[in-house]
């Protein structure tokens, strides 16, 4: 019997119609897990570099994670993964809420999507039932809306249902992939559309097996509890209504201006009462105490639901207040578009407009004022109608096609990706390294378990090691109670730091738990549910192979190397490995160079940042290396004679 | 209360659907706990509480299984609850033939609540304990027992019953007859 995977995957081949149930090996979940790491392996092996991202042959997978279904709180996240326009890179995306889990009762680890259909159609799931239907008439619904509608036509209340909406449709590089409130952005929506699958509707009535259920059951109910009652894990910006860290600290408009004392007490009175007056409620993920996501009732809206920074992306591109994020983001959510990229195409054009690279011939009929235009461009981008066709291509690509100086206007991307908008004074030797070396394209995707700033006194330092359980290492205790000033810190520690943030991160997309009270919440607060110190006995108990904290750190690192090899075959390079140049005020390029050398001989990487045969080898990759030197990425290393 | 009336402990579980967050966890803890052995599978589909969920119209609903009833209602009732509509049905723990909620969906047996009294007891059924937000909460009540009640029936008097109901009094009686007569030889 297969534990916590159903030992199945679901291979849908669009152009044809064909689907396949197919079994798969049990080893590669140890190897692997499942999530993002199963994912990878299959892009590895059957997505050749030289595929162009809308070639037929760009699988898009979703893939549940190795614990979904299994009684572990929280993991519920699942993972979309497939190859980016925008990027080129391997696109990696997650969304909540409650797909996963269905999946894996429907009987499925994985849905396996090549080929593209004629027209729209959408995939029906329903145990064995598996059909791909004709969605010509969900053509233009929204996300939430196709949900509904799909359930009805269904006549099922109890299918989930992840959606593109008009933007994925228009393939529109931000488009999002949307599963009720939940969202999966980053260069996924533009390929479920490219495939024209509107939609998949799923539901699934089968058990999941666990090798040692009592056991793991009693450790579940505990962890449950504690979950449920600790502030140091869930989004505590769902009730935090002091909102003062992002608006004083990140930048507005195309990333470009901090208002320092931007917050005040009155406006966090009339904020708090517009999210009062419309909230309906606080809602969860499938399994997890936590309620992370506010549900918006907006007049003149479909109710939509929103958490963590996506408060405030539409709002301080625009240089308005939270009410217009209310507004907008239940309009955005229907048309599926990422709500962290989209605000910054739109106010990069503006930015354009006001800079005369752009025209007012090149924005007909746009309303004068603020508000008017982000909707006024929202529609146009969405719908690819006059300058919104260059635009849905995103910041990059977008600069690069309007030409005569825009692409000094396309200042906050890396590897063509939209970051953050967070323009700081000093350099953060961690953050430069996660920033340029990342591969899951924000920043958020890659920090957090590692605290982001030193606390003021060593009693406070001290208070904060002694109670921190989450440490896979003595040392990081150490080097966080001898931190004491933000970029004073050894390039050692950097490394372990920047491995260590991003192995919880790898280890979470893989096994479908949520970074809320993993990877990304330990830097605030450090009292999260899961980290190296107790995964090894939940995956052994739920999966029946013996886990250890040595395997399951070699089993991040190993993902985490196949991910980046993926990315070296289709062309990554140190040279694509700059954060954006302003992000810091002071820059020392001979010292940030030097850095990241050392972080490439940390990991094991050459100075190009490709993962040498030696390290492949140790982390039982060779079948990387040789694919790699076959290609010429690698050179061969001449044997010694012994 | 008067100390010389027999008592009786009413068990319920008290629902407050403005604190329900859609989570799910009582499905899958109740699924778990009557699991056969004990936790060695997960399926929400066989718990035998729902929390009927319908995120458009904010509604979330959790309901408990009770009786199975062969014949579905012959129309409903819609209420409308501080400005949002909701379903009889949302607030209906039978399992009944207009939907899958409360069927063993292997065997399209029905499901049914026991609020998982077993030896040793429980503190509080299994989905209260995993209930988060307090959706759920447990109360035991005492209270006395009214004489006229009829006293509480066996499991052997409730399941001769259906089967008199079944197959009739005379054939259920021949039968005892004949396995009684086997039984002493």
């Avoid at chain 1, 479908?512 to 110190?533: E, P």
């Avoid at chain 1, 050392?598 to 390290?615: C, Q, S, V």
């Avoid at chain 2, 209270?143 to 006229?148: A, I, L, M, S, T």
Wanted: include cysteine.
């Amino acid at each position: 019997m297969r534990y916590t995977e159903t030992g199945y995957d679901l291979e849908i081949y669009l152009s044809r119609g064909s689907i396949e149930k197919v079994a798969t090996d049990p080893k590669l979940a140890e190897y692997y897990l499942g999530g993002q790491g199963a994912a990878a392996k299959l892009l590895w092996e059957r997505v050749p570099p030289e595929t162009d991202p809308f070639s037929p042959d760009n699988l898009l997978i979703f893939s549940t994670g190795l614990l979904h279904g299994t009684p572990v709180p929280s993991a519920n996240r699942t993972c979309v993964n497939c190859f980016s326009p925008q990027t080129n890179l391997m696109s990696h995306s997650l969304f909540g809420g409650f797909f996963g889990p269905e999946l894996k009762h429907a009987g499925y680890d994985k849905i396996i999507i090549r080929g593209k259909a004629p027209d729209l159609v959408y995939l029906y799931i329903n145990n064995d039932q598996v059909e791909i239907r004709d969605a010509t008439h969900l053509r233009g619904a929204g996300t939430t809306e196709t949900g509904d509608l799909l359930k009805k036509e269904l006549k099922d209340q109890k299918v989930q249902v992840a959606a593109i909406g008009l933007a994925g449709e228009n393939r529109v590089w931000m488009a999002s992939i949307d599963h009720n409130h939940a969202s999966a952005a980053r260069g996924v929506g533009v390929i479920m559309g490219d495939k024209r699958l509107k939609a998949i509707a799923v539901r699934g009535t089968k058990d999941v097996n666990l090798a040692k259920p009592a056991e793991l059951f009693d450790i579940c109910l505990k962890m449950n509890k504690k979950i449920a009652e600790s502030s140091g894990c869930g989004d505590w910006m769902a009730v935090d209504e002091d909102d003062s860290f992002h608006h004083n600290h990140f930048s507005w408009g195309n990333a470009r201006k901090r208002i320092k004392n931007y917050w005040s007490k009155e406006l966090q009175e009339r904020w708090t009462k517009w999210k009062y007056d419309h909230m309906d409620r606080q809602t969860g993920c499938y399994n997890c105490p936590k309620k992370c996501r506010n549900v918006i009732n907006w007049p003149g809206r479909k109710r939509f639901g929103y958490k963590c920074f996506g408060k405030d992306t539409y709002h301080m591109a625009a240089f308005l207040e939270l009410d217009f994020t209310y507004e907008i983001l239940g309009v955005a959510q229907e048309y599926g578009v990422d709500s962290y990229a989209m605000p910054q195409v739109i106010a990069f054009a503006l930015e354009l407009l006001e800079a005369g690279i752009l025209k007012d011939s090149d924005f007909p009929g746009m309303p004068p004022d603020s508000r008017g235009r982000f909707f006024y461009l929202l529609e146009k981008i969405v719908r690819r109608e006059g300058i919104g066709d260059i635009l849905a291509d995103g910041v990059s690509r977008a600069a690069v096609r309007i030409g005569n100086g825009a692409e000094k206007y396309d200042h906050n991307t890396v590897k063509k990706f939209e970051q953050l908008p967070i323009k700081l004074g000093k350099l953060n030797p961690a953050f430069f390294l996660m920033i340029a070396t990342g591969e899951k394209m924000s920043i958020t995707q890659i920090e957090g378990s590692f605290p982001q700033d030193p606390l003021p006194t060593r009693e406070q330092r001290e208070e904060f090691v002694n109670k921190w359980a989450a440490v896979p290492d003595e040392k990081f205790k150490q080097y966080f109670l001898n931190w004491e000033k933000r970029n004073d810190i050894t390039d050692q520690a950097t490394c372990d730091i920047v491995e260590w943030n991003e192995a919880m991160h790898y280890l979470d997309d893989s096994t479908g738990i949520c970074g809320f009270v993993s990877s990304f919440r330990g830097q605030f607060g450090g009292d999260i549910a899961y980290h190296m110190n107790n995964l090894p006995e939940i995956l052994s108990l739920a999966t029946g192979f013996e886990m250890t904290k040595d395997k399951l750190w070699k089993t991040a690192q190993r993902i985490r190397t196949l991910v980046r090899a993926i990315n070296n075959r289709r062309g990554l390079r140190r040279k694509h490995e700059r954060p954006p140049e302003d992000h810091w005020a002071i820059r020392d390029e001979k010292y940030e160079q030097g850095l990241l050398s050392k972080y490439y001989e940390f990991k094991g990487w050459n100075m190009d940042g490709i993962p040498t045969r030696e390290k492949l080898e140790s982390l039982d990759l060779g079948y990387v290396a040789d694919d790699l030197e076959q290609r010429g990425i690698l050179k061969v290393e001449e044997k010694v004679p012994a | 209360m008067n100390a010389g009336l027999p008592t009786k402990v009413i068990k319920e579980i008290r629902v407050d659907i403005d604190k329900c967050t859609g989570c799910r966890a009582c499905e899958m803890a109740c699924s778990a706990f009557h699991a056969i052995p004990r936790y060695s599978s997960i399926n929400p589909s066989k718990a035998r509480i729902r929390v009927v969920a319908d995120e458009l119209n904010d509604e979330y609903v959790p309901i408990r299984a009770g009786d199975y009833t062969p014949s579905e209602c012959n129309g409903r009732h819609i209420y409308t609850i501080a400005g949002k509509q909701y379903s009889e049905c949302s607030f209906c723990g039978a399992s009944c033939p207009s939907r899958d909620y409360f069927i063993e969906p292997d065997s399209g047996l029905p499901l049914k609540c026991d609020m998982c009294e077993t030896v040793p007891p429980l503190e509080e059924p299994m989905c209260v304990q995993v209930c988060g937000t307090d959706a759920l909460t447990y109360v035991e009540r005492q209270v006395e027992r009214d004489p006229k009640e009829p006293p509480a029936r066996g499991e052997v008097e409730i399941g001769l019953e259906s089967l008199i109901k079944k197959y009739g009094a005379q054939a259920v009686l021949q039968k005892m007859a004949q396995l009684a007569k086997g039984l002493k030889s």
